[in-house]
């Protein structure tokens, strides 16, 4: 038998390049970073509270190093929600502001559309806020009673909150709240509702006044999906991430900007 010993020094080292070349193109390929999307379909025209490019620029770019941030006032449907692994909305808004037209209501098709897209895995972070602040309440409360949560009219007062080392994702973090409602569970509803932050009653408010016993944090898993419900959409405000404080009250002791990075890695399934 002939031998080409040339032949296969030339292959093998052809081979090698060919390995190098894959592991190169793969190292540098870019990593894809989960969408996190700001929906401001349910803010009315005119609230000008928690802007993208106002007064929540400086949460949305400090998650930057971690998501993809977009910014929407589209409706819900399988095409804009295809790619995108957690929506952000805050303080839905019940009433027109001043003469600009009435905000957009939770009706049964899009509440259809935001089921859908939990259950099949999707995340989503609500936001409510304090009293006087234009929250709706009602009709996103038939999306939330899917998943055994409710928000309620019941409010509590800002204060420092230490997060028991214990909570999941969380545990150990200190975070400012700003005053907001409540939530409450329905026990035994199969997407698992619980309580991740309640009222600690032996730690002061800054007003000195509503220090009720409540949940102001929970989460539920509807089938593959992540939920998370917090009663306050202030603590994510320039004011309180610069301490500047909300209302006259300044709570500076927090982490307020890695507890809600945690929360939106958790409801995007990466923690």
């Known amino acids: 038998m002939r031998k080409f010993p040339l032949l296969w ?3 093998a080292a052809f081979l090698t390049l060919g ?18 999307l700001y929906s401001l379909r349910y803010q009315a025209p005119g ?24 910014i929407t006032t589209n409706a819900p449907s399988v095409k804009s ?3 995108v692994a957690v929506v952000l909305i805050a ?3 019940e009433k027109a502001v001043g003469t600009n037209p009435p905000p957009v209501l939770l009706e049964r098709p899009e509440l259809l559309e935001w089921a859908s897209y939990l259950q099949d ?14 929250l709706e309440t009602t009709h996103f409360n038939l999306l939330l009673a899917r998943f055994g949560l409710t928000v309620t009219n019941h409010y509590h007062d800002a204060k420092e909150i230490a997060v028991p080392v214990s909570t999941p994702v969380i545990g150990g973090l200190r975070w400012a709240y700003y005053t907001g409602n409540e939530v409450l569970l329905a026990p035994n509803h199969p997407a698992h509702p619980r309580a991740w932050v309640t009222n600690d009653v032996t730690t002061a408010t800054a007003t000195g006044r509503r220090n009720d016993p409540g949940i102001l944090l929970a989460v539920a ?8 419900v917090a009663t306050d959409a202030g603590w994510l405000s320039r004011n309180a991430l610069d301490n500047i404080g909300i209302g006259g009250v300044v709570l500076t002791n927090h982490q307020n900007a890695e507890l809600f990075e945690r929360l939106a890695l958790w409801a995007a399934h990466r923690r």
Not at 61 to 69: A, G, K, Q, V, Y
Not at 122 to 134: A, D, R, T, V
């Open 9 to 11: 020094t030339l292959l």
């Open 19 to 36: 390995q190098v070349a894959s592991l190169t193109v793969a190292e540098t390929r870019p990593v894809t970073k989960p969408v996190l």
């Open 47 to 70: 609230e000008n509270r928690y802007p993208p490019q106002g007064s929540y620029k400086p949460i949305l770019d400090s998650l930057t190093n971690s998501f993809e941030i977009r």
């Open 81 to 83: 929600l295809r790619d």
């Open 91 to 93: 303080n839905p808004n």
């Open 121 to 134: 895995g999707g995340g989503l972070i609500l936001l409510g806020n304090q009293e006087g602040h234009n």
């Open 221 to 228: 898993e509807p089938l593959k999906g992540r939920v998370v």
